[in-house]
C-alpha cells in the first residue's frame, strides 16, 4: 500500500471520489459511441446520490477509438481509471481485469452500453448497505431481441440451469459483490471463468434486483449467433461434466440394445432362420460409429480445456492504463 498525502485525500473527498467505496465495472469493446455517454450519466449520478466511486473501464482491445476516448476521459475526471487489453480477450476476461483493479468496498458490473440502466446500480448499493454481499440483476424484460436470438439464448439457459442448478434463465452479468465476494471470485484458478454462474456458486448473503433491459443507444450488439453457440458451449463445459454424463447414458443404452438384439439374434439363428439383414448391419454400424465420433469429439473437448487450464496462461494481457497510479499496476503515464 502505498500512503495518500493528506491534501490529496482532503481534495479527493472534496470532488466525492475519496478512497472510492463503490468500484463499477464496465467492459467495453468497439463502443467509441457509448463510453462517454456511460461515464458522464454514472458519474453525474453517483455524484447526485452522493455516494463515493470510481468507474474502470475495460477496453477489450478495442479496434475504434474507444481507448482514446477512456484516456481522454481519465484525464479529464478523476473517477475514471482505463484498462486497456493487448487484444480482444472476451468480456469474461474484461470483467476479472475489472475487478482485480477495483479498489471498493464494493463493486458493480455492468455493460457500458447503458442496457443496464444506471439507476439500477443506485438500487444495488442500497442493498449492499442493507447488509447483502451479492445483489443479482434480474432481468424483468429481455428488451428488444431478435427472435432467433431469444430462442437460442432460451435453450441455452435452459440447459445452463439443469447443468448448475442455479436458475439462468434471468440472470445477467449486471451484479454488485461485496469486496469479500470480489476475492472469492479473484481467487478461483480456472482461465474458462463463467462469471454469471460463478458469482452464484461463490455463495454470500444474496439478493435479486429487477431491472428491464434498456434498448442500445448506439454502437451494435457483439454477438452473432455463431459467438453465443460457442459462448453456449464454452461455458456448459466450464460449468458441468453433464456431456460427459451423457455419454456414459448413450453407451448404457446402446448397451442394452445390443443384449436385446444378441438375443433376438441367437434365437433366430437356433430356430433356424439365421438373418439376412445387410441393411441393418450397416445402420447398426453407422449409428455405432458416429455415436463413438461424437462421444470422442466431447472427450475430446473437455480435454482441449484440461490442456487450456494446465497451460496456465493468464486470462488476459494489459498493453495500456489509464488513471491508475500508487494502486497495484505501474503504468507508463
Ligand atoms: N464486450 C466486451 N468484449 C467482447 C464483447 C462485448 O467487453 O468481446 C462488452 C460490450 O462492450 C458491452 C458488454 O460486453 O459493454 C455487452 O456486450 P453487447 O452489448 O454486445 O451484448 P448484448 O447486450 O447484446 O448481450
Ligand atoms: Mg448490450
Known amino acids: 500500500m502505498v500512503a495518500v498525502p493528506d491534501i490529496l485525500l482532503e481534495r479527493l473527498e472534496k470532488e466525492g471520489v475519496g478512497m472510492a467505496l463503490l468500484s463499477v465495472v464496465l467492459p467495453a469493446y468497439n463502443e467509441e459511441m457509448m463510453v462517454e455517454r456511460a461515464g458522464e450519466r454514472l458519474g453525474q449520478l453517483l455524484k447526485d446520490e452522493k455516494i463515493k466511486f470510481e468507474l474502470i473501464f475495460v477496453d477489450d482491445g478495442s479496434k475504434d477509438r474507444t481507448w482514446s476516448k477512456i484516456e481522454e476521459m481519465a484525464k479529464r475526471y478523476k473517477f475514471i481509471r482505463g484498462i486497456h487489453f493487448s487484444r480482444n480477450f472476451g468480456k469474461e476476461a474484461a470483467i476479472f ?44 424484460s429481455r428488451g428488444r431481441e431478435s427472435l432467433g436470438h431469444k430462442a437460442s439464448a432460451g435453450l441455452f439457459y435452459k440447459i445452463m440451469t439443469k447443468a448448475t442448478g442455479i436458475d439462468m434463465s434471468r440472470a445477467s ?46 454502437g451494435e450488439s457483439k454477438w452473432s449467433t455463431w459467438s453465443l453457440v460457442k459462448y453456449a458451449v464454452t461455458n456448459i463445459a466450464a460449468f458441468s461434466s453433464v456431456p460427459l454424463q451423457m455419454v456414459t447414458v448413450a453407451g448404457v443404452f446402446m448397451f442394452i440394445f445390443a443384449v436385446i438384439m444378441a438375443v433376438e439374434s441367437l434365437v433366430r439363428y437356433f430356430g433356424g432362420h439365421a438373418l439376412e439383414g445387410f441393411t441393418t448391419v450397416i445402420l447398426l454400424l453407422l449409428i455405432i460409429g458416429s455415436l463413438v465420433m461424437m462421444s470422442l469429439g466431447i472427450i475430446g473437448y473437455y480435454i482441449s480445456k484440461i490442456y487450456e487450464e494446465v497451460k496456465g496462461r493468464p486470462r488476459y494481457i494489459i498493453s495500456r492504463t489509464a488513471g ?4 497495484t499496476l505501474q503504468t507508463e503515464d
Not at 452500453?113 to 446500480?121: F, K, R
Not at 461485496?178 to 454462474?197: T, Y
Open 97 to 140: 481485469a475489472g475487478l482485480a483493479e477495483a479498489g471498493g468496498e464494493c463493486s458493480v458490473v455492468m455493460d457500458c452500453d447503458l442496457q443496464h440502466p444506471p439507476e439500477t446500480v443506485i438500487e444495488m448499493y442500497r442493498r449492499w448497505e442493507e447488509g447483502y454481499e451479492v445483489v443479482e440483476g434480474i432481468k424483468h
Open 173 to 218: 452479468d449486471f451484479k454488485l459483490l461485496d469486496k469479500r465476494a470480489v476475492a472469492a471470485l479473484l481467487d478461483m484458478p480456472e482461465r474458462n471463468a463463467f462469471f454469471r454462474a460463478l458469482s452464484s456458486w461463490i455463495g454470500f448473503k444474496t439478493t435479486t434486483v429487477k431491472f428491464d433491459v434498456q434498448p442500445r443507444e448506439a
Open 324 to 327: 491508475i497510479k500508487n494502486r
